[in-house]
């Protein structure tokens, strides 16, 4: 079945003060069932397969504000389960990607709880098919409805993680860092994540914000409570206010910019139909990542010149943190890290500021500088 996106201009917001079942129940399920509307489902789900698409970044307890939640993650899983769908969930995080490690994530994630709760399926299958351009974990390439659920989440690289960032996950395990090794300049990962986002195609796009992350996001940042959840046919549309909710110009944050020139979702905030709440009681100046918080002012100049005034932060091993895991040395797409008498070093000739280190680190002993 070929999966189709709806390009549409409405996007949902709902305050939500809290993780506890009913409230979020309450305020997710209609928001589920008028973006079906949105998108000219007929709602009879049965025998489809129905693949929830969590952001999974690395094993992280729900608590630490890094990965979609899981009580999210069950009130979608459960609305279609009920429905008589085949629901599965399923993501690649952020290095290795096989059986073993996907059953220490989801259990440490809370997904395994999800999935019990839900009776829906949590993937163990790492194979992969070509979809388009792209290699895609296979359930999301078999799926005829994708049900993608990100966290809104300040970003070292990209400025900003929300539902186009978090179909990254489409990509099996550490091929991701190929992508980084092949796209280093931060315009053309974020014009890739655009393209992946359009082929993957997710038809219902949910953004957990009732507990957000800013600063040095998407791992290593400060949690923030904004009280809402986002959704919206449109993951392109729910990115432009999402980044207007931290505070964001859309020209501040590439995989809106692009969206917009692309013509994939308005040029401005105002050009949005939202639903629901009032979008500037939950909009606030969120931290900026340490990567990137000169961009809005070099971004009002020519890019000749602001080219050579950026001063390109560098990823840091702080090396009373470090315990030697080797995680960040994995997980290196330049391959210019190692270990030396237990501690991560960084050969900077090589490396191309992905942050990847940063963001995968489980002890966060990276900084950037």
Known sequence: MKREMKITNRVYLSPCKNYQEKPVHDTLVPMLENIIRDNGFSGDWTDKKVVIKPNLLAKRVPGAGVTAHPVLVETAASYFMKRGAQVTIADSPGGLYHAKLLERLYETTGMKTAAEKSGAVLNLDTSSQKLGDFTVITPLVEADLIVSVGRLKTHMLCDMTAAVKNLFGSIPGARKAEFHAKFPKKRDFCNMLVDLCRTNAPQINIIDA????????????????????????????????????????????????????????PGSLEELEIVGADVAKFTHRFKRPKASRKAGLLRLLPRTIASRLKKEKKPVILEKKCIGCGECVRCCPAETMELIDKKAVIHRENCIKCYCCQELCPQKAVAVR
């Open 210 to 265: 009732i507990v957000a992350m800013e600063g040095n996001g998407p791992a290593s940042g400060t949690l923030r409570k904004v009280g809402a959840i986002c959704g919206s046919a449109n993951p392109f549309a729910l990115d432009l206010m999402c980044a207007s909710m931290m505070g964001y110009s859309p020209e501040e944050v590439d995989t809106v910019d692009i969206s917009r020139l692309e013509g994939l979702c």
